[in-house]
């Protein structure tokens, strides 16, 4: 069937040369050759076909549904359900489904589901099981995954959509991350077809989201039993071994060899080259990295991850100042990734590049000009590193703005106010609401101020440093 349909393709894509397309195709052979087009996203190929099926088969009502779900695709919903809406039978399964995602579309849960129970309920109608496959793949790309899996529970055992069925329930409990509920989904399906590639394909990736990347590993390695040219399960494969225990110049040698030869493949560049740093081996890193960085969409979240890792690969290797530029590029794409940001600095901060982090917590403020959690995310990298007269701009934010200052903080505060304020009524405030909430943090922020023990000597000390200020 699949060398007929190859045949028919050749013949379709050679007459496409001809001024006009003289040759007569079947409908159903244009409907495969546009369903062909677009599972292969070749939509301008899949649109031409379309418009030749109906020059030649105007009344053809399969043609005009395929149209409508075109043009649903597109998001003209109205053209499409104008095309629904001629069709001869109503309640034939396709207007059914496009009516039940519509209304899911804008919404209309409940105008849905009354559907959906409709045809759950008429065990009369003829295909119903697949339409209810169908319906739960709908559901499933609106990301209604508890609802998919409602309602393929009950699809029965030995119906030849059962495999289809459980491959769906177990993308469902894998988008719900109950990734214990999709491996035993997942098994159902392996027992039932040992075979099937794309089953321990999907056992794969739920492996991964477990960390148990041995069994990850193994399940990658009977997809390409099964079909040795799997790009997905070779990726995999990789995947597994580079994030395993056992790292050796075997497993570098092939995944090298698989990044040479899928350079595009993100999944694989980036693990491969945390290895890489993690063994400290920065210069095999680099261009990995930076030809990863290019190929990544500037609103792709896995820029900000490619732009810290590209840091430390830069500080590795005594690049200092394309390290501080990539600290600086971090804050300008995603400042509001508080969690980013915060790993950046322990990373700069395990560099000994304090620099950076003011550079760089600068930057970021500029940009999210009043934020709490980024307030009291620089007190802590500045206090902790002890850095005063370089973040002095810094600091002057912190302590003018009380509002967006925590318990968590005043720690810091207190030690920026003693350096830079001067004044005993503002420092005795946060000093002793510091000793107060955090007394080890805050004897340990002043220790090098006054070489103190315990508390009561901090007290005394600072006391005796102070004597000579004055209230403003």
Known sequence: MEQNFNETLSRYEQSLHKISLDEYFEANDLL?????????????DADQCLGFALAQYPDNEEVWITKAYRLKSEGRWNEARAIIDNLSDQECADARLFRIEEYIADGSWDRAFFLVERIMNDESLPNRIEMIVDIAEILIDYGLYTEANYFLKDIPDGHPEKPHALELMAECHFQNHDYDKAVEVSNKLIDLDPYNQRSWEQMANIRQMQGNFQEMRECADYALAINPKSDLAMRQRIIGLLCGEDLNDEIF???????????????????????????EQPGDALPILKNALKLTPFDSPDRTVLLLML?????????????KQCALAISSFDASNLQQLKHTLEHINNFQKPGYGVELLDRVHDLMPANSELFNLTVSFLAENKIYEEAFLLWHRCITQPEYITITATPG???????????????????YLALHTHPDETLDYFRDVADCSNVEELIKALNDKIKKWKNK
């Open 32 to 44: 495969d050759i546009i369903d062909y087009y677009i599972k292969n996203e070749r939509y301008t």
């Open 253 to 279: 040698s092939e995944a090298k060899k698989y990044n040479k030869q899928h350079r595009e493949d993100l999944y694989v560049a980036m693990p491969l080259a945390q290895s890489l740093l993690d063994l």
């Open 311 to 323: 840091g430390w690969t830069f500080c590795l290797i005594g690049d200092d100042d394309n390290a």
């Open 413 to 431: 505060i207190a030690r920026a106010v003693y350096e830079f304020v001067k004044d005993k009524e503002i420092f005795s405030y946060y000093f």
